[in-house]
């Protein structure tokens, strides 16, 4: 299986780098995301501060839907998901692989959404520790839910406008829960950071268990 | 029989393919020639009948994963990825297989891709390249069984005399061949039997040279 997942993965990313749609496209757009946020609030500079750990996850989660699309699209293209299932791999290894491809793709957004934050919301960043184990949690559960439900709209006709309605109501606990990690870290809501943490690593595990062993099916049927 | 839609695909095929045959599968469009190499390769379903292929039995789902494994599909579609090389294509598919670079690298120059192409993202290729680093990633996989339709398409006549000395060899190192093809006269040439199907049906009056049946390898 992880030989499976290192393959698929590799050949994602080696995609990823020769199209270079994250960094031409996704990534600017996180960005437009985030000045338009800025743009729209910032008559009253302190919004902006306080909403900073919102506005990144929500940005975040924008850029996860455009890079879970894209995932798909490359296997949806001139009989790849045919030729998938004939090439003898482990479904369980194609969804790790595909899930970790995604989840490089994000933290390297988040690393230029959370520049942008600071550069333009003049969010101060503190407790590294807990902002960094966020991320991590965050976009393995993105990742993995993303997978999932990236698959099961493969090979739908409508899978552009669906995937988004499928998958935002999913993601809600991710959204929340890191929302309040960051405003933990940052000092501006009173709340628990690693048990809300603690919530985000339980649903990267569960949404990851359920695709090892829902991927075969949902593989056979989209 | 295999429904797909509403419509029943395929109803009444009554075939037999000993090992190390090469039978060819003739029929007008829509006869349900590509369904029955589908059928063949585990991708689609049977909802009436029996068939075997290879030892496994296409009505168990589960045995559809280890007959995949020991099936190559050369179909309309060449599964190939546009923003990698034809090297890096050749190379996912093989190994996906668990096949060694050198059977990669023989694929690879086996089908005339070994120099300035093996370099070329698959987007810049003509159609009868792509179809010719299709059969690459078919050969680097070493199927027991080819299932090719239509595989002359797109080819230029260099492009088939390989195509028809690659199946020429597969079948000598012992592999079984069932190709669909419209292009009859080279089709049939390469062929030890003809098959008729129409409408879903294999045509007993024009179904031809009965091979002597060894290992039955399919059974429908």
Redesign the interface.
């Known amino acids: 299986m992880f030989r499976?997942a290192v393959?698929m993965a590799g050949?994602d990313l080696?995609?990823e780098w020769?199209?270079r749609v994250t960094t031409q496209q996704i990534a600017p757009f996180a960005l437009l995301v985030i000045l338009l946020f800025g743009m729209a609030l910032d008559p009253d500079r302190g919004i902006l501060a306080r909403a900073s750990s919102g506005l990144f996850w929500v940005a975040v989660l924008f850029c996860s839907l455009l890079a879970i699309q894209r995932a798909f699209t490359?296997e949806a293209?001139?009989?790849?998901r045919?030729?998938?299932?004939?090439?003898?791999?482990d479904p369980a290894g194609v969804f790790l692989g595909k899930a970790a491809a995604i989840a490089v793709q994000l933290v390297a957004l988040e690393v230029v959404l959370a520049i942008g934050v600071v550069i333009i919301y003049g969010a101060e960043v503190t407790g590294f520790p807990l902002l960094i184990a966020t991320c991590l949690a965050a976009t393995a559960g993105l990742a993995a839910s993303g997978t999932l439900y990236g698959v099961l709209a493969a090979g739908l006709r409508v899978r552009e406008t669906l995937l988004p309605i499928l998958l935002l109501p999913v993601l809600a606990p991710v959204l929340i829960s890191a929302t309040r990690v960051f405003g933990d870290a940052f000092d501006r809501v009173d709340v628990d950071g690693w048990a809300w943490l603690a919530m985000l690593t339980a649903f990267a595990a569960i949404q990851t268990a359920f695709g090892l062993i829902a991927y075969g099916v949902l593989m056979?049927e989209s | 029989m295999t429904v797909l839609g509403r419509f029943p695909a395929l109803a009444g095929i009554d075939l037999e393919v000993a090992a190390g045959e090469i039978v060819l599968l003739r029929g007008p469009n829509g006869a349900g020639k590509t369904t029955l190499l589908r059928l063949c390769a585990g991708l689609l379903p049977i909802t009436r009948g029996e068939a075997t292929v290879l030892g496994h039995d296409l009505t168990d789902r589960r045995q559809w994963r280890a007959l995949r494994r020991r099936v190559g599909l050369l179909g309309h579609a060449t599964g190939l990825y546009d923003e990698l090389t034809v090297a890096d294509n050749v190379r996912f598919w093989g190994q996906a297989a668990g096949a060694p670079e050198a059977d990669i690298d023989a694929a690879l120059v086996a089908c005339g891709l070994h120099e300035r192409l093996a370099g070329l993202l698959v987007a810049r290729l003509s159609a009868g390249q792509r179809r010719r680093t299709s059969l690459a990633c078919l050969l680097s996989r070493r199927p027991e069984l080819w299932l090719l339709d239509e595989p002359h398409a797109g080819l230029d006549q260099d492009g088939r005399d390989v195509l028809d000395d690659l199946v020429r060899r597969a079948v000598a190192s012992g592999a079984t061949v069932l190709l669909s093809s419209h292009e009859l006269e080279r089709a049939e040439a390469l062929a030890d039997r003809v098959v008729t199907i129409v409408a879903g049906t294999t045509d007993p009056a024009v179904s031809v040279v009965p091979a002597p049946a060894e290992e039955p390898l399919l059974v429908p």
């Open positions: 499976d393959l050949k080696r995609i020769r199209s490359i293209a001139d009989g790849g045919d030729a998938l299932r004939l090439s003898g791999l056979e």
